[in-house]
T-cell receptor, first 113, second 118 residues
């Protein structure tokens, strides 16, 4: 079945540093890819998505490009802020029922002032 | 309501007891999902409803777990004879399905119900 592997954390960065969180996937067919974020004390929320190869999802300064050749969907941000401190989850559609998502284990990001 | 609401936010129970967790999805969202998140792990799919029916229950770990959505809105996840290994955060999500049947891909999550089985 479909699966996703993401970079283990925690990741600690200083404000304005460059962020990369790696995510690779295994899938049959053509899944959609997502990054979800969970801020402290809040529920998971969609950060960005890409539905086909070479699509770039972007939101709040974060970007990720759907790379079919490397089966990757790495999350990047050029200059992180303290408010970006959260847990980030890479996910893809499961290949079974429509809308079911398979999540990675999550990467905790802490940004220090 | 404005978002997905889950109750209780915390539940502590003893091994062997019965537990119900409730989810109130966003109004108008026809698809509803239950996930389980153990410490240090990502959410793990349990069951998916489209309307009143369970469209996919392949993630339920065993027959102690059951979920209903009798009127196509509120859903209840039921766990019988709880075990210590059931301790986790149970997440509910809802989404709006397009007329074509393809989901938008965006799930709206509640804050979860933290279950602790002693």
């Amino acid at each position: 079945g479909n699966s996703v592997t993401q970079m283990e954390g925690p990741v600690t960065l200083s404000e304005e540093a460059f962020l990369t969180i790696n995510c690779t996937y295994t899938a049959t067919g053509y899944p959609s890819l997502f990054w979800y974020v969970q801020y402290p004390g809040e529920g998971l929320q969609l950060l960005l998505k890409a539905t086909k190869a070479d699509d770039k999802g972007s939101n709040k300064g974060f970007e990720a490009t759907y790379r079919k050749e490397t089966t990757s969907f790495h999350l990047e941000k050029g200059s992180v802020q303290v408010s970006d401190s959260a847990v980030y989850f890479c996910a893809l559609t499961g290949g079974g029922s429509q809308g079911n998502l398979i999540f990675g284990k999550g990467t905790k990001l802490s940004v220090k002032p | 309501g404005a978002g997905v609401s889950q109750t209780p936010s915390n539940k502590v129970t003893e091994k062997g007891k019965y537990v119900e967790l409730r989810c109130d999805p966003i109004s108008g969202h026809t698809a509803l999902y239950w996930y389980r998140q153990s410490l240090g792990q990502g959410p793990e799919f349990l069951i998916y409803f489209q309307g009143t029916g369970a469209a996919d229950d392949s993630g339920l770990p065993n027959d102690r777990f059951f979920a209903v959505r009798p009127e196509g809105s509120v859903s209840t996840l039921k766990i019988q004879r709880t075990e210590r290994g059931d301790s986790a955060v149970y997440l509910c999500a809802s989404s709006l399905r397009r007329a074509s049947g393809l989901d938008t891909g965006e799930l709206f999550f509640g804050e979860g119900s933290r279950l602790t089985v002693l």
